[in-house]
């Protein structure tokens, strides 16, 4: 009787260590990229859906150029199957740990430096990338493809028809888009067509649909410059020089710059909030790449006497 007993038990121990073990084996056997900013983050999902875990760094709301990352989110990071990073120098505070998995044999893929990246032609950054490509949805189309290749590469579980059906299928939703905002944008007198941001993110968007970048409160292609006196005074006498009453000023940095800015011109500035370098949180007008996208092109729009749709 014990040893049937003791078999029994024997049994149902191991029973039960099978089951926990091939529990973690399935875990362990899932397919995970890891993508540092979360608009990028959207996109990959969308490519990916249910074929891969995706783990985005970049919380909502947040600054590409100074997000930090827990110790945890870097093991993630180095245990990945897939990197995807922007690059081009926008994830200042998170490239050391994307360096340091490529250096441990992690396949990363820097997205920016696919789509024929602009420099910046104004500013202390005169010269160098500009790394905010996707405010051109057209390049975004260009590089879900290249997502695609790599994740079908470096993840052999994943399946690759479904891959390709779900980029084939987010490529036409951009496409979408393209033709959505150029429509919004030609409502737009030519002459009306000039931004003024709190720093230089639009430039992609401006040389896709006809505008003109003015110039920039922080003369600079990240939010961690600072602008001096003189900078300011020059963007007040562009502001006077080409009637703008309208500053797009990004939702994720405090506006306080553009309304001093505003005061000192002397005359009525709207200030707008858009979405140019996070998403928004779950819900928000900007919960997704499209979302942000439709809702950036409202605001200019509308912003500069065209017809928001």
């Avoid at 024929?116 to 160098?128: K, L, V, W």
């Avoid at 006809?210 to 001096?228: D, N, W």
Wanted: proline residues 4%.
């Amino acid at each position: 009787m014990r040893v049937r007993l003791f078999s029994a038990l024997a049994a149902l121990a191991l029973s039960i260590t099978c089951l926990s073990g091939c529990s973690r084996l399935a875990t362990d056997a899932s397919s995970h990229i890891v993508v540092t900013t979360n608009i990028l983050g959207d996109i990959v999902g969308e490519i990916v859906g249910a074929e891969a875990d995706v783990t985005v760094l970049m919380k909502p709301n947040a600054d590409p150029h100074s997000f930090a990352i827990s110790a945890q989110e870097a093991h993630a990071l180095q245990t990945s199957d897939l990197v995807v990073f922007n690059g081009l120098g926008l994830e200042e505070g998170a490239l050391h740990h994307v360096e340091a998995a490529s250096r441990d044999g992690i396949p990363t893929l820097e997205v920016g430096a696919a789509v024929d990246p602009i420099e910046y032609n104004s500013g202390n950054t005169a010269g160098q990338m500009d790394p905010h490509f996707w405010t051109d949805p057209t390049r975004v189309a260009r590089v879900v493809e290249l997502i695609a290749d790599q994740v079908i590469e470096h993840l052999p579980r994943v399946d690759a028809e479904a891959i390709r059906k779900q980029a084939a299928s987010y490529t036409d939703e951009l496409t979408a888009l393209d033709a959505r905002m150029e429509q919004q944008f030609r409502a737009i007198p030519e002459t009306d067509r000039k931004l003024i941001t709190n720093h230089h993110v639009f430039a992609y968007l401006a040389q896709r649909y006809g505008f003109t970048v003015i110039g920039a409160i922080m003369p600079s292609g990240t939010t961690l410059a600072s602008p001096s006196a003189s900078d300011l005074a020059s963007l007040v006498g562009a502001l006077n020089d080409n009637g703008i009453d309208t500053i797009f000023v990004d939702s994720s940095q405090p506006d306080r710059l553009a309304r001093v800015l505003a005061d000192a011109v002397g005359i009525d500035v709207e200030i707008r909030s858009l979405f140019s370098e996070s998403l928004g949180g779950p819900g928000s007008d900007a919960d997704s790449y499209l979302n942000m996208m439709r809702f950036n092109a409202s605001q200019i729009s509308d912003g500069l006497g065209g017809t928001p749709r």
